[in-house]
């Protein structure tokens, strides 16, 4: 496995740091995104690269910028990618790099399989012929890389640990924080560090027009929001992860998750993480966020469009 890179220079910060994710479809790509977003990248994904010369005339950004380009972009090909990255070298205060991230065929075969996902160069015909088109048409593309990740033996734990050897400054926070809103009903979730319960909240499932929302939305948000508790709640809060999240990056700790449960996982607990999340990314955390019960329920409603097509198109 090849070394750690060098440091970036003294002046790095005036210099904007950008890096090109690609590579076959199912090596990984929405997984080192994702990381990338998390060690407080600015994300793009699926960025047309005729877009890539505009993006680069507005005001540079103060975090580095990592954007996602595949063969589903509609205007990929192997000379636009190569001339995109030409332009960018040539691009005063740009630092691009191409990372790759490859994988055997057969197992991108097996997670097509797995998934049964339909290849989007073939998506009339077996994976494996749309598997072998793109490597072929990638293959100029990944002579060019300056640095290439073989996901083929990575699961996505792993992938975005050597994501974040790569990309992660020595001197950043080295602590990633997890908040995660859930519903009791289906228990605790596997792995969290700290959970609070947020059932002594007012309950906007009670109010009809509330009831079919969640909590990312504004009108649940101001619901909650307006109990009197609420706010010395998210306040105490923030006091004790001040005093505990210096101390778990002082012994050592990359990850810390943080729970938050209601009745049903889908307005109290969404919106106490969506506003403990917003409070901790300001005061310069790395925060991911997930919610559970809306993630399943939107994982159900894909299986069933999914299962509709497929019953469509059968004979």
């Known amino acids: 496995m090849a ?10 910060s005036k210099v904007q ?30 960025l ?22 595949d063969v589903r972009n509609r205007d990929f090909s192997q000379s636009a990618l190569i001339s995109a ?3 960018l070298h040539r691009t005063p205060g740009i630092a691009p790099e191409l990372l790759y991230l490859d994988c055997q065929p057969q197992v991108l075969q097996r997670r097509y399989s797995e998934t049964r996902r339909r290849h989007p160069l073939a998506p009339a015909e077996s994976p494996m012929e749309g598997i072998q088109r793109e490597l072929d048409l990638l293959e100029p593309i990944k002579a060019q890389a300056d640095i290439l990740i073989d996901t083929s033996e990575l699961s996505p734990h792993a992938l975005r640990a050597e994501i ?24 605790l979730p596997m792995g969290v560090d700290t959970v609070f319960d947020c ?15 969640n909590g990312t939305d504004p009108r649940v948000g101001a619901y909650v929001g307006s109990d009197e508790r609420f706010a010395p ?3 105490k809060l923030h006091e004790m992860l001040d005093m505990l999240l210096p101390a778990y990056v002082a012994e050592g700790r990359a990850h810390f998750s943080i729970g938050f449960g209601c009745t049903g996982g889908q307005h109290r607990s969404v919106f106490a993480t969506e506003t403990l999340a917003q409070g901790l990314a300001t005061r310069g955390w790395q925060v991911s966020i997930r919610h559970r019960e809306l993630d399943l329920q939107a994982e159900r409603a894909t299986r069933s469009r999914f299962a509709a097509s497929d019953k469509d198109g059968q004979i």
Request: proline share 8%; hydrophobic share 40%.
């Open 199 to 213: 059932r002594f909240l007012r309950n906007p499932y009670w109010e009809p027009s509330l009831r079919k929302l």
């Open 48 to 69: 047309p690269l005729g877009l890539l010369e505009s993006l680069m005339t507005v005001p540079r950004l103060s975090r580095p910028l990592a954007l996602g380009v």
């Open 233 to 235: 709640f998210v306040t």
């Open 17 to 46: 740091r950008l890096v090109l994710v690609t590579g076959p479809s199912g090596a990984g790509r929405s997984t080192a995104i994702k990381a990338l977003e998390d060690a407080g990248y600015e994300t793009i994904d699926n």
């Open 164 to 187: 974040e050897r790569w990309f992660v400054s020595e001197g950043a926070p080295r602590l990633a924080l997890t908040i995660q809103s859930f519903s009791y009903k289906r228990g």
């Open 3 to 12: 070394e750690r890179p060098e440091k970036m220079p003294e002046n790095a």
């Open 85 to 87: 990255m030409d332009m």
